[in-house]
């Protein structure tokens, strides 16, 4: 990993383990993109509800060339599923490759433009 990685657990005790696998994810994403500068992730587990769990809530920061990208995954409330911090970890570095695939297109220039429809002239009566 070339970029700096800054883990920080908030309301849990840190874990190796989860700074491991959050490692991992992060070489991932510099395969990706490789004009990433630095990356900030935020683990958290903000609230004890007495009839789910601790629900995790995980946060992205990735700072690229002119600019940042936020990704954050969280507590939802339809899912037991964020009540392991692998999962929830897992999830949130999902949805930061998908916006850094399209980072990288669009500063490739392989965005889709589409096409207008034609317009026909109606000619007058």
């Not at 992730?41 to 601790?54: D, F, L, N, S, T």
């Not at 695939?101 to 026909?120: N, S, T, W």
């Amino acid at each position: 990993m070339r970029i700096p990685l800054e883990v920080t657990f908030r309301h849990m005790e840190p874990s190796a383990a989860a700074e491991a696998r959050i490692a991992e994810k992060v070489a991932k994403l510099e395969q990706i993109y490789d004009k990433l500068t630095r990356c900030h992730v935020i683990v958290e587990a903000p609230h004890e509800h007495h009839r789910q769990g601790k629900l995790f809530h995980v946060s992205i920061d990735l700072t690229v060339p002119g600019g940042e990208l936020l990704v954050t995954r969280g507590h939802n409330h339809q899912s037991q599923a964020h009540e392991d911090v692998y999962v929830a970890i897992r999830d949130a570095f999902d949805a930061a490759k998908r916006r850094l695939d399209d980072y990288a297109r669009q500063k490739r220039g392989d965005v889709k433009h589409h096409e207008q429809p034609p317009i026909e002239a109606v000619e007058p009566e």
